[in-house]
T-cell receptor, first 111, second 115 residues
């Protein structure tokens, strides 16, 4: 089982749609959680951190459920510029405090 | 303010050869992490350097080695290249000493092709 698993995608949605991505992680001791965005042939960039209380940044909402070891990202009112691959990222602790990336979910927003 | 810079951008090698990739961290950052990203996969952690020492290492063989210089720049060396080493190699920098390595700034990567 992979440490971080994501919806396989790809997701093709029309502009203005709401789309949700899901992610599960296997290590219950994981400490921190993030969503990164990666455009085609570019480097990953931090989109937002994910907190247990849920957090929102404009059209983006992230949720964490530690009991279910589940992370989600909701994008409302999708824009063409949201087209990218979204990477779910988990940080361990102690000797495993590096970032572990999921395989990513590809989103294409269509005009 | 220069971000993370990597060189070269593209590289073609043949099996068995050795390769060295280079990275200069973002100004003010002293920690460098290296990741390997195969096509269609997320980045996989190779190792992290801080204070010129390897601080953490992922699940990669000893063929992968690194170095950090006093100016915080870093090199990734891969010996005895295999076809499976073909990937995008990403360097990421952060301010070390705090384990706050989620605030990573990535370079645009080196695309390595092994023929």
């Amino acid at each position: 089982r992979k440490e971080v698993e994501q919806d396989p995608g790809p997701f093709n949605v029309p502009e203005g749609a709401t789309v949700a991505f899901n992610c599960t992680y296997s290590n219950s001791a994981s400490q921190s959680f993030f969503w990164y965005r990666q455009d085609c042939r570019k480097e990953p960039k931090l989109l937002m951190s994910v907190y247990s209380s849920g957090n929102e940044d404009g059209r983006f909402t992230a949720q964490l459920n530690r009991a279910s070891q589940y992370i989600s990202l909701l994008i409302r009112d999708s824009k063409l510029s949201d087209s990218a691959t979204y990477l779910c990222v988990v940080k361990g602790w102690g000797s495993a405090r590096q970032l572990t990336f999921g395989s990513g979910t590809q989103l294409t927003v269509l005009p | 303010d220069a971000g993370v810079t990597q060189s070269p951008t593209h590289l073609i090698k043949t099996r068995g050869q050795q390769v060295t990739l280079r990275c200069s961290p973002k100004s003010g950052h002293d920690t460098v992490s290296w990741y390997q990203q195969a096509l269609g996969q997320g980045p996989q952690f190779i190792f992290q350097y801080y204070e010129e020492e390897e601080r953490q290492r992922g699940n990669f063989p000893d063929r992968f080695s690194g170095h950090q210089f006093p100016n915080y720049s870093s090199e990734l060396n891969v010996n005895a290249l295999l076809l499976g080493d073909s990937a995008l190699y990403l360097c990421a920098s952060s301010a070390g000493g705090t384990n706050d390595n989620e605030k990573l700034f990535f370079g645009s990567g080196t695309q390595l092709s092994v023929l």
